[in-house]
């Protein structure tokens, strides 16, 4: 109704908005503009590879603690079978030693027994494994107590028919010092344990029979203190052979000889038959732990093969696959 009032209001809107528009113009050069622009990309694009360039040689510094000292199989091999073997010296020393207080004692004993216990085994062989297998330590019984007597002694006098009277020989003292006993036992133990080693299994039944007889006679002849002693030291020589000489396992393969002297197995087989995932024969890794877990050379060989194992397979570039591979030998990390 008021037409007039009505437009002057439009206008002034208008020219409102156009003071308004024309103040929000730019009023710059749009080529500095442009260069201002990529300087702040080119100062965020700076600042990321900075970072990259720390978090780099961050990540190179923590590979270098993740390189193995121990820098091949080989050397990681004998690093840890040098720990095991200290720990089975150890071992066997203490059988040695409970042996030992037996053997110094000195006890008297009658020998003869022995030779007859011998001689059953003896007639009770095949031909065959009587000139193959049987041990030379089967023999000082016989010598030590003679099973046949010697000849009559002729006194130089005769009867009243002219007949030389003959004397009945002194008895033969059949007692020896039990070292002579313990000296075959050891031998035959030695024996067996060549054999197996070289898989002679036959020769090495056969030389068990002579020392099960030896332990059947020891029991009877010693006296009770002794054979308390006695079965002590045989619990312990059981205790080594379970945990160090049992066939098959991890510590037995490691340790056991060649004939010559040297190891049957490669030292570059020997870490990773301990180094095993959860999934794997942990039996071998536990026994191997137990017996010698505390030697830095075991520790020292089990670590720098699995951080070798890392490192050959690509892992530290590859987080989820690393993730995994921990989670798989969750048993092993444990005792690190």
């Known amino acids: 109704r008021a037409a007039g009032a009505a437009n002057l209001r439009h206008e002034g809107n208008a020219a409102a908005v156009n003071t308004r528009m024309a103040g929000m113009a730019p009023q710059g050069d749009p080529a500095e503009f442009r260069a201002a622009l990529q300087a702040g990309v080119d100062q965020q694009i700076d600042d990321a590879m900075l970072q990259e360039d720390l978090v780099r040689q961050n990540f190179d510094a923590l590979l270098q603690d993740l390189t193995p000292s121990l820098g091949t199989p080989q050397v990681r091999g004998n690093s840890i079978r040098s720990g095991l073997a200290d720990a089975y010296d150890a ?72 007949r030389p009277i003959l004397r009945d020989p002194p008895p033969v003292d059949q007692t020896v010092p039990y070292r002579e006993v313990a000296s075959i036992r050891s031998g035959l133990t030695d024996d067996a ?64 000889p060649r004939e010559g002297g040297d190891y049957r197995m490669d030292p570059s087989a020997v870490p990773g038959r301990f180094a095993q995932p959860d999934s794997g024969r942990l039996d071998d890794l536990q026994a191997l732990l137990r017996e010698a877990g505390g030697d830095p050379r075991v520790r020292d060989g089990l670590a720098d093969e699995f951080i070798a194992d890392v490192r050959a397979r690509g892992l530290t570039e590859k987080p989820d696959a690393l993730a995994k591979y921990l989670d798989d030998r969750s048993v092993l990390l444990s005792n690190f």
């Open 91 to 162: 071992a066997q020393q203490n059988v040695r030693d409970k042996y030992a207080a037996i053997d110094q004692a000195n006890t008297p004993v009658d020998i003869g027994p022995l030779r007859e216990l011998f001689e059953q085994v003896d007639a009770g062989l095949p031909v065959n494994d009587a000139q193959r297998f049987r041990p030379t330590e089967a023999s000082p019984p016989a010598l030590l107590a003679p099973a046949k007597p010697e000849a009559p002694i002729n006194t130089g006098v005769l009867d009243a028919e002219g």
């Open 193 to 256: 344990l060549k054999q197996r080693a070289a898989k002679e299994n036959q020769a090495a039944r056969v030389t068990d029979m002579y020392r099960e007889q030896v332990d059947n006679f020891s029991d009877q002849a010693l006296p009770e203190d002794m054979r308390a002693a006695l079965t002590d030291a045989r619990a312990a020589r059981r205790d080594v052979a379970d945990r160090f000489e049992r066939p098959g396992t991890g510590i037995a393969e490691t340790l056991g």
